[in-house]
T-cell receptor, first 114, second 115 residues
Framework: AQKITQTQPGMFVQEKEAVTLDCTYD???????LFWYKQPSSGEMIFLIY??????QNATEGRYSLNFQKARKSANLVISASQLGDSAMYFC???????????FGTGTSLTVIP | GAGVSQSPRYKVAKRGQDVALRCDPI?????LFWYQQALGQGPEFLTY????????KSGLPSDRFFAERPEGSVSTLKIQRTQQEDSAVYLC?????????????FGQGTRLTVV
């Protein structure tokens, strides 16, 4: 069975500081993709960053980086230099080997404090 | 269009009414997904299409839910005899390919309220 776990329902961070959002996953698939999405109050899911299970290096996209630890089955999102516009829900997701669906966690609500 | 488009953005239905939600994916995207998102929850998978073929409908909660993508582009999610528990945001997403390394792009969703 595929499962994504996000244990932080809510997080606060000071503007310009870095923050780490936790994500652990469970799968028996030989290969898989890990994704992070941002969902502002407007409701649209915005793709942020992708990490492949066979990638040796951690993914980075601008201020976003993914701390991938395969042995621990974790894929934490690091946001550097937080901005007020980063306040949103963040979802970790996994796409399994069949590609038929994305499995989502319950999300973390991030609030950036000025 | 540039992104995934869903309509209507908001729908209010009386209990027992049938509703149809439309999704216009990114042109050329093979994969299309429907998700249901309850307030404060993560998206829950409903169904998956590869082109016009519905390859996975394991997430459809009952036989009142039906989805189609007849020409491999636009998709419609139909809910018959709506119930209050159907109230949620319905998200559509499309992906260029079926592989696990391909991200999905989401529409803004349709917020369904059953009264």
């Amino acid at each position: 069975a595929q499962k994504i776990t996000q244990t932080q329902p809510g997080m606060f961070v000071q503007e310009k500081e870095a923050v780490t959002l936790d994500c652990t996953y469970d799968t028996s698939d030989p290969s898989y993709g890990l994704f992070w999405y941002k969902q502002p109050s407007s409701g649209e899911m915005i793709f942020l960053i992708y990490q492949g299970s066979y990638d040796q290096q951690n993914a980075t996209e601008g201020r976003y980086s993914l701390n991938f630890q395969k042995a621990r089955k974790s894929a934490n999102l690091v946001i550097s230099a937080s901005q007020l516009g980063d306040s949103a829900m963040y979802f970790c997701a996994m796409r399994g080997h069949t590609g038929n669906q994305f499995y989502f966690g319950t999300g973390t609500s991030l609030t950036v404090i000025p | 269009g540039a992104g995934v488009s869903q309509s209507p953005r908001y729908k209010v239905a009386k209990r027992g009414q049938d509703v149809a939600l439309r999704c216009d994916p990114i042109s050329g995207h093979v994969s299309l997904f429907w998700y249901q998102q309850a307030l404060g929850q993560g998206p829950e998978f409903l169904t998956y299409f590869q082109n016009e073929a519905q390859l996975d409908k394991s997430g459809l909660p009952s036989d009142r839910f039906f989805a189609e993508r007849p020409e491999g582009s636009v998709s419609t999610l139909k809910i018959q005899r709506t119930q209050q528990e159907d109230s949620a945001v319905y998200l559509c997403a499309s992906s260029l390919a079926r592989q696990e390394n391909t991200e999905a792009f989401f529409g803004q969703g349709t917020r369904l309220t059953v009264v």
